[in-house]
Antibody, heavy 127, light 114 residues
């Protein structure tokens, strides 16, 4: 069965970096893109970016450009999200989410909905 | 960016009654070429990740009870929960995936039992 297992909770000081992992199993890792989505305490869902595990290409939300780096290791079927220059506003639960793809002759290749999510990783930024 | 707006922000419905949640996008998420609305609905319970309920605006995910249904097209969408059950208490989010690869979520609607 499909599983996305994320790394454990982290506590970081302002200005530090954090790297969260998401290990996939139960499907062909390189076939599905992966989103990273975060959720601040009591708040909604915020998209951070997406990675194609096949070639490693990425697209980041403008808000996080320059601070976020998404990578993958195909040998372990793991994707990573690293966020730098942390501030208190980055305190949140970070989720990875598998992305279904849709191909249409006119539209081309599209990312669509997420059918599997990791359990979430709480990152706390505090001095 | 496509902005998604949900209403109401919170909703209290009696057990066995119908719950209706609305979602509006700032621009159409319907592709005319294939007549598909690039919209999904998720349910999130406390301490859990979101769970996919509906995609393509009206297609129910496997295993989701048939009391959940999605409707709408273009910019206006609705999630309906027929005969509310206690386990349906959650926050519900709509999400557009029209602006691939970027996605955006609505702000969420909290559903409670009256």
């Amino acid at each position: 069965q499909v599983q996305l297992v994320q790394s454990g909770a982290e506590v970081k000081k302002p200005g530090a970096s954090v790297k969260v992992s998401c290990k996939a199993s139960g499907y062909t890792f390189t076939t599905y893109y992966m989103h990273w989505v975060r959720q601040a305490p009591g708040q909604g869902l915020e998209w951070m970016g997406i990675i194609n595990p096949s070639g490693g290409s990425t697209t980041y939300a403008q808000k996080f450009q320059g601070r976020v780096t998404m990578t993958r290791d195909t040998s372990t079927s793991t994707v990573y999200m690293e966020l730098s220059s942390l501030r208190s506003a980055d305190t949140a639960v970070y989720f990875c989410a598998r992305v279904n793809r849709y191909y249409d002759l006119l539209i081309g290749d599209s990312v669509t909905y997420s059918d599997y999510w990791g359990q979430g990783t709480l990152v706390t930024v505090s001095s | 960016d496509i902005v998604m707006s949900q209403s109401p922000e919170s909703l209290a419905v009696s057990l066995g009654e119908r719950a209706t949640i609305n979602c509006t996008s700032s621009q159409s998420v319907l592709y005319d070429s294939n007549n598909k609305n690039f919209l999904a609905w998720y349910q999130q319970k406390p301490g859990q990740p979101p769970k996919l309920l509906i995609y393509w605006a009206s297609t129910r995910e496997s295993g989701v009870p048939d009391r959940f249904s999605g409707s709408g097209s273009g910019t206006d969408f609705t999630l309906t929960i027929r005969t509310l059950q206690a386990e349906d208490v959650a926050v519900y989010y709509c999400q557009q995936y029209y602006s691939t690869p970027q996605i955006t979520f609505g702000q969420g609607t909290r559903l409670e039992i009256k």
